[in-house]
């Protein structure tokens, strides 16, 4: 292939420092990683309380959640270049000790403007868990086969905390309100963060040359292939996982625990997703890693259709079969593309490859959760033209159902278009990939 002919004429760089990892190396990295996507899925749950409690003003609100994947996309790219110098435990043990802190500043928030500045503090943490995280993981078995496990794994915890996100925050915000979730958070990276002396120490010396941020990388079709599959999913599954808790409050008054519990066909899927993708790759040879792919982006394009049938009088059962398929699409690939993006490139450009990959993949929630949130707001003013109203119906609001339905419609109808170009985009680049793989081999023959 040729991202093996690419690796073989770039490994001049060599691991200066490993250690064997222990047994405690996964569930130290996986109780972190966990937290990551509940920050995400959970926190939008939480997002009609939080403005009932600090206010709705559009732009504040919408960096609750926007300034963490901010913050994500941009620091990936920090945090590739400084782990292949630093190393990656030291990366991840920085992430996690800020995580903490990031978390209780959110707890004890009396102010969007502070819960803002936390939780882009926290997508900055959140950028050094993943990008230490994953690199490890690349390079802790040298085994194939013990890295498609992992990274199996490694995406399973990912599809977990996004299942299990809204589900949870749901309860904690009904039962405690919604600053209850943001201790959980703190909570649970700080044990991560106590046990991370376990993990082993692994280190890359930079070729000479070696550019600081190496986005040449995209070059390599098959590493572009892989980082479009996340940006596809920002597009027609991120941004629902994000907003639907809060379209389910304002078009048919479902309360934060409701919404979470009606997610759950949406939220499964995801977890048993990397499961079933692990066991068809190891027990039928005909599937491919861009099987798989092709199959998610099909039902991610569907799903994104099916969702137009979320109305103010429409049997919500309508909705369940389009969830299952989106949730499918968003678990399918996780994991297998961090593995096949990363294990694409020579083995010293793995953190600055993870690097790449996390700013394109939370660089584009970001934008896409960015512009979600405009536009619906932008169409209910529309409407509804006194402002503070209009906020409060696109913070989740009830009471004018009929007119968020609307907005929701038309976004998601731009949002299915969007994901079915990006899906064009992936094939052709495969395609592309396969025609230059040929011609190497014809070459070398």
Do not use: C
């Amino acid at each position: 292939m040729s991202s093996t002919t690419e690796q073989l004429s770039q490994t001049t760089a060599v691991s200066d420092r490993t250690a064997t990892p222990s047994k405690l190396t996964m569930p130290v990295i996986l109780l972190a990683v966990f937290v990551l996507p509940m920050g995400i899925s959970g926190t939008a749950v939480a997002l009609p309380q939080i403005a009932s409690d600090l206010g709705s003003s559009p732009t504040l609100l919408q960096w609750v959640v926007n300034g963490f994947n901010a913050a994500f996309a941009v620091f990936t790219l920090v945090w590739g270049v400084l782990s292949d110098r630093m190393g990656y435990k030291r990366t991840f043990i920085a992430g996690a000790g800020l995580m903490v802190v990031a978390s209780i500043i959110s707890a004890a928030a009396t102010n969007m403007v502070t819960v803002d500045i936390a939780r882009t503090l926290a997508g900055v943490a959140g950028a050094a868990i993943f990008t230490g995280s994953s690199a490890i993981l690349s390079n802790a078995h040298t085994s194939p086969e013990a890295r498609m496990r992992n990274f199996a794994i490694f995406g399973a915890t990912i599809g977990l905390g996004l299942a299990l996100g809204p589900t949870i925050a749901g309860v904690i915000v009904d039962w405690t309100g919604w600053r209850g979730i943001f201790l959980i958070y703190g909570v649970l990276v700080a044990v991560s963060f106590v046990l991370s002396k376990a993990l082993p120490d692994i280190r890359h010396e930079r070729a000479p040359g070696q550019k600081v941020v190496d986005f040449s990388l995209l070059r390599n079709y098959r590493f572009l292939a892989m980082s479009l599959v996340p940006v596809a999913a920002a597009i027609g599954f991120v941004t629902l996982m994000t907003y639907l808790p809060v379209a389910l409050s304002a078009i048919r008054g479902m309360s934060p625990s409701q919404a979470g519990l009606f997610m759950l066909p949406m939220s499964v899927p995801v977890l048993l997703g990397p499961l079933l993708t692990g066991r068809l790759l190891k027990s039928v040879r005909r599937v491919t890693p861009m099987t798989m792919i092709y199959v998610s982006l099909l039902f991610m394009v569907v799903g994104d259709i099916g969702m137009l049938l979320l109305d103010p009088h429409k049997p919500l059962v309508l909705l369940v079969l389009p969830m299952i398929l989106l949730g499918f699409s968003f678990g399918l690939p996780i994991g297998l593309v961090d593995g096949e993006a990363i294990g694409s490139v020579p083995p010293q450009n793995s953190g600055t490859a993870a690097g790449v990959l996390n700013f394109l993949r939370l660089g584009s929630e970001a934008v896409v959760i960015g512009a979600y949130s405009a536009a619906l707001t932008w169409l209910i003013s529309r409407t509804i033209t006194d402002p503070e109203t209009a906020n409060d119906v696109a913070a989740g609001a009830t009471g004018h159902a009929a007119v968020y339905a609307d907005a929701f419609h038309w976004v998601m109808a731009a949002a299915t278009v969007l994901s079915a170009l990006t899906a064009l985009a992936i094939a052709l680049l495969h395609r592309a990939e396969l025609r230059r793989d040929r011609r190497l081999r014809t070459e070398v023959r």
